[in-house]
């Protein structure tokens, strides 16, 4: 097995109740809940997707 790291940089926001969400991937995983983030890829803003709260706060770390 090889280990992979992410390299790059992604853009988020919290999910919020309203927001809107046309356009985001992984939503056929279920509807976002409290804790969710919506995230895109800063060179394409139209990149948008669902991160899962839990493998968010895992897996990203803020960016000062």
Known sequence: ???????G????????PGMEL????????GPPVDGDWIAHDPKNPKDKWLIRGEYFANNYEQVT
């Open 22 to 29: 046309s356009g985001v991937t992984g939503l056929d995983q």
């Open 1 to 7: 097995m090889t280990i992979y790291r992410k390299k």
């Open 9 to 16: 940089l992604i853009e988020a926001t919290r999910w919020t």
